[in-house]
């Protein structure tokens, strides 16, 4: 949770600085988030390339496993959707690319404003960061009435690392590699799924 309040800190201030144009012009000129994802991208292809504990967890799992990750992504298909029915100004598409941020705040918010506007963009980065907080505060009300996937399905892709103490507290170590699993493979599919989202929008 605190990695997220510094989020919204940062984020925060940012729109500050903006408002009052406290910046150097050159910065709210030139594109500097386009080479941040760049930036971000290459971390995520490191952190995932070099986590070498993630890949035996791929090696050791079932196909049965994939059920989680899918049960996921078309659980907030359908969350999204009907949520995009009581909100006139924003499309199923919109709302569904919002959605397949799976809780990674950081790099879908980035990549929605690149492919569709600084107003979606920000609403994907409040939205999966309200995922994130609401699985670690959550959690044990999941798993007490919804099952111990509950937890996994409702972190998305912070399954695999922010979220991860709490669901194995509460869901336990045997919903470890689950979880771990689950996330990797939405954090992989968050960039893919949200270009191809928003290029059929276009």
């Known amino acids: ?40 991208m290459f971390l995520v292809g490191i952190g995932i390339g070099a986590d070498r504990k993630s890949w035996k ?23 999204v959707t009907l949520v995009s029915l009581f909100l006139p100004n924003l499309t199923i598409r919109e709302a569904m690319a919002v959605g397949a941020g799976y809780g990674y705040y950081s790099l879908s918010s980035i990549f929605i404003t690149q492919m569709h506007g600084e107003t979606l963009g920000v609403m994907a980065l409040l939205s999966n960061i309200i995922r994130e907080v609401a699985t670690l505060l959550l959690t044990p009300l999941f798993v007490k009435y919804f099952g111990k996937l509950a937890g996994i399905m409702s972190g998305g892709a912070t399954a695999m690392d922010t979220t991860l103490p709490i669901i194995t507290r ?33």
Do not use: C, W
């Open 1 to 40: 949770m605190k990695g997220s309040l510094i989020i919204l800190s940062f984020f925060a201030l940012g729109v500050i600085l903006g408002v009052t144009d406290s910046l150097p012009e050159i910065l709210l000129k030139t594109d500097f988030s386009m080479y941040a994802l760049y930036i971000l």
């Open 57 to 79: 967890v791929i090696q050791t799992i079932n196909l049965k496993i994939f059920l989680v990750p899918l049960g996921v992504m078309v659980g907030t298909a359908i969350g």
């Open 170 to 202: 509460y869901s336990g170590k045997d919903y470890a590699i689950i979880s771990l699993f689950s996330g990797i493979v939405l954090t992989i599919l968050v960039p893919v799924i949200i270009t191809f989202i928003l290029h059929r929008s276009l």
